[in-house]
């Protein structure tokens, strides 16, 4: 409409629509043109001529008035388009309710005009499409109507506000203003007026929060990709926000700040678990978990006005592992790697920078998976590597490091340390099964230095010594058990060959656990994960020569003899406590004679006895000790074979003729 004359327009379309539109209007020209034809013609008027001619002029307005009535006359099924909202100002056309496309710019139904419509007898799937383009392309503003019910009447008093009342559903896409700029409508028919009869779409806008102009709008198709730097739809670094609709389930629609597609830069991954009728995204800089869809910002230094690319794909959430180049998932992305597929590659090969990645954030992991880092390029477990364990199905999971051992309710993660693996990562190999359990020992207490070596921890005994051992000699101080079973036992020596005359630890596992720290082999430990009896001569730690693995049970009791009293200074032997057993320490080659002071007995049962001789054949005729066992007892010190003693775990009897300590020659053990 042009501005300067509308007044007069609106002024002339009233009065018409009154006048003829109704009776009383026409009645009231009728009448008024009748008086001016008397002011007029004055007394010529009441001449037979001048009857005649009013009479027929009254007949011409009230006949002609009539006549436009039932022509223009519409009950329906149909719409009544209006110039102002609500249904008000003046009827600019009616549209009957059958299937049509209609470019009001070549039509009588005025351009530009139409603000709101009255539905008239429509039937329940009816579909009503108004758009500013006139070849309906979404780019600019348009609404769709869809009738859920029939409607008698029923007004759309604006085209530019959403809703659902019942009757009807409306969607607006906005890009600046609908109402009086509609150029095109369409009317068609469907069987489900729930069915996203137009489709999916999804919109983008300049502005956070849907503000500002829209960028563009596109019909989703599966698949489809554009590269918005060479498309002529979307204008590239623009989009801020986004308005998503009708998307079916299993659609998996990716945003990229590389035109290529690049996973190395900021992107966006939407995926589609449930249909959504609409999703709105306020910001492209954001995470959400729906039932209906998920949402996960993969950052490096930001995506809001700098979307380059659309992706849209069949499938589901996609496993992935994205690297980032600073601890706990920050600074920039270091590369993304679907962990879909086992794989064994250098992470040149994956598009990664080698060397650079120090954390990473896990997504969509469904099911057991074990992801291996290893900072040797050929996957050598004898520098660092790291491996981590998805426990159970989750959503996402960071990674702070590679340097740590760290569990989570998700994950674990087994650091096989050797100098460092954070900065330094080479490889990486995905496997459905773990690797096996393994042992890690190292050169400082609690884990840490270097590594010396690790060891798978299935049964083996392994001499340090020997030029084929993988682990050096007199350098371990503690272990690292990763997942190691319940019921193993270990045990470390000084001595080479497994002689018990020096000192020797022995490890249980009693507990499942992800990892178990042993953070030295000298300090006895009966409760939590792991037992640890330690049998002491002048020290274990890094003086390590043997270990040996196995499923023993525990070990019965152990005597071990000591040449100062209350088990000081060096260990004289140990010896297994067993029923019926003499040993004769003279030429025995197990213990030497004449040195023992005092004991330590280690796990031992009540009703166990330990009889000590100076005798060489354990005869009673010169001095001898009895040790009862009353109680269980996972360490019992007896300070000299020269005290009577009783207490509620044991009972030392003395046999006294000249002395027993330093002069121990015979040995007898019994149940």
């Known amino acids: 409409m042009n501005t300067l004359f509308s007044p007069v327009q609106w002024l002339f379309d009233t009065l018409?629509?009154?006048?003829?539109?109704?009776?009383?209007?026409?009645?009231?020209?009728?009448?008024?043109?009748?008086?001016?034809?008397?002011?007029?013609?004055?007394?010529?008027?009441?001449?037979?001529?001048?009857?005649?001619?009013?009479?027929?002029?009254?007949?011409?307005?009230?006949?002609?008035?009539?006549?436009?009535?039932?022509?223009?006359?519409?009950?329906?099924?149909?719409?009544?388009?209006?110039?102002?909202?609500?249904?008000?100002?003046?009827?600019?056309?009616?549209?009957?309710?059958?299937?049509?496309?209609?470019?009001?710019?070549?039509?009588?139904?005025?351009?530009?005009?139409?603000?709101?419509?009255?539905?008239?007898?429509?039937?329940?799937?009816?579909?009503?499409?108004?758009?500013?383009?006139?070849?309906?392309?979404?780019?600019?503003?348009?609404?769709?109507?869809?009738?859920?019910?029939?409607a008698a009447v029923h007004v759309v008093s604006s085209f530019e506000a959403a809703q659902d009342d019942g009757v009807v559903a409306i969607h607006y896409s906005r890009n600046n203003g609908l109402d009086g700029k509609i150029s095109r409508v369409e009317v068609a028919r469907v069987d489900d007026p729930r069915s996203n009869p137009l489709g999916s779409t999804i919109a983008f806008y300049e502005g956070d929060n849907f503000t500002q102009n829209k960028v563009c709008e596109l019909r989703i198709t599966v698949p489809m990709e554009i590269n918005f730097k060479n498309s002529a739809e979307c204008d590239n670094d623009e989009a801020r926000s986004a308005v998503l609709r009708n998307v079916p389930a299993n659609v998996r629609i990716r945003l990229y700040d590389d035109p290529d597609g690049s996973k190395k830069d900021d992107w966006l991954d939407i995926s589609i678990l449930r249909p959504v009728p609409e999703l709105r995204l306020a910001t492209f800089e954001t995470d959400i978990n729906q039932p209906t869809h998920r949402v996960q910002f993969h950052r490096n230094n930001g995506l809001q006005g700098k979307v380059s690319r659309l992706e849209i794909k069949a499938g589901g959430p996609e496993p992935l592992a994205v690297f980032y180049e600073g601890n706990g998932g920050t600074q920039n992305i270091v590369c993304t790697v679907s962990l879909e597929q086992n794989l064994r590659r250098k992470v040149s090969d994956l598009g990664c920078s080698n060397d650079e990645a120090r954390s990473v954030r896990l997504y969509n992991l469904q099911r057991s998976k074990s992801i291996r880092l290893f900072d040797s390029p050929d996957f050598?477990?004898?520098?660092?590597?790291?491996?981590?364990?998805?426990?159970?199905?989750?959503?996402?999971?960071?990674?702070?490091?590679?340097?740590?051992?760290?569990?989570?309710?998700?994950?674990?993660?087994?650091?096989?340390?050797?100098?460092?693996?954070?900065?330094?990562?080479?490889?990486?190999?995905?496997?459905?099964?773990?690797?096996?359990?393994?042992?890690?020992?190292?050169?400082?207490?609690?884990?840490?230095?270097?590594?010396?070596?690790?060891?798978?921890?299935?049964?083996?005994?392994?001499?340090?010594?020997?030029?084929?051992?993988?682990?050096?000699?007199?350098?371990?101080?503690?272990?690292?058990?990763h997942r190691v079973p319940v019921g193993t036992v270990i045990r470390v020596y000084d001595d080479p060959d497994g002689k018990r005359r020096d000192d020797w630890?022995?490890?249980?596992?009693?507990?499942?656990?992800?990892?178990?720290?042993?953070?030295?082999?000298?300090?006895?430990?009966?409760?939590?994960?792991?037992?640890?009896?330690?049998?002491?001569?002048?020290?274990?730690?890094?003086k390590v020569s043997r270990l040996e693995i196995g499923s023993a049970a525990r070990a019965s009791g152990i005597l071990s003899l000591y040449e100062g009293a209350n088990a000081t200074q060096n260990k004289v032997c140990d010896l297994d406590v067993r029923p019926g057993r003499t040993v004769r320490l003279r030429g025995s080659g197990e213990c030497e004679n004449d040195e023992a002071r005092s004991a330590v007995l280690t796990n031992v049962r009540a009703g166990q006895k330990v009889s000590v001789f100076d005798n060489p054949d354990c005869r009673t005729g010169d001095d001898w000790t009895v040790i009862e066992v009353l109680r269980d007892a996972a360490s019992l010190t007896i300070r000299s074979f020269e005290e009577n003693t009783a207490s509620e775990v044991a009972r030392v009897t003395y046999n006294r003729k000249n002395g027993l300590n330093g002069k121990v020659s015979c040995i007898r053990t019994e149940d």
């Open 380 to 481: 050598a477990s004898s520098d660092d590597w790291t491996e981590i364990l998805v426990k159970r199905p989750f959503t996402v999971e960071t990674v702070q490091s590679f340097d740590r051992l760290a569990s989570t309710a998700n994950v674990s993660v087994h650091a096989h340390r050797q100098n460092g693996l954070d900065g330094k990562v080479s490889a990486v190999e995905v496997a459905d099964a773990p690797h096996e359990p393994v042992i890690d020992l190292f050169e400082g207490n609690n884990g840490s230095q270097n590594r010396v070596c690790t060891l798978p921890g299935r049964q083996a005994s392994i001499n340090f010594k020997n030029s084929g051992s993988a682990c050096a000699n007199d350098e371990a101080r503690s272990l690292v058990l």
């Open 505 to 542: 630890s022995e490890i249980e596992v009693v507990e499942l656990q992800d990892f178990i720290t042993v953070p030295t082999f000298q300090r006895p430990v009966d409760t939590g994960p792991f037992r640890l009896r330690y049998f002491r001569n002048n020290g274990l730690d890094g």
């Open 16 to 150: 018409f629509n009154w006048f003829v539109g109704s009776l009383v209007g026409t009645i009231v020209l009728a009448a008024g043109l009748a008086v001016l034809a008397f002011l007029f013609f004055g007394r010529r008027l009441v001449s037979r001529e001048g009857i005649i001619g009013l009479a027929g002029l009254a007949l011409i307005v009230v006949g002609g008035g009539a006549l436009y009535r039932w022509l223009n006359a519409f009950d329906g099924p149909g719409f009544v388009f209006y110039e102002g909202n609500a249904a008000t100002q003046s009827m600019l056309c009616n549209l009957a309710d059958v299937p049509a496309t209609i470019s009001l710019k070549n039509h009588p139904c005025p351009n530009d005009e139409i603000r709101s419509v009255k539905l008239l007898n429509v039937k329940k799937g009816t579909v009503l499409r108004v758009f500013d383009n006139e070849d309906g392309k979404l780019e600019d503003d348009w609404a769709e109507v869809v009738v859920l019910k029939d």
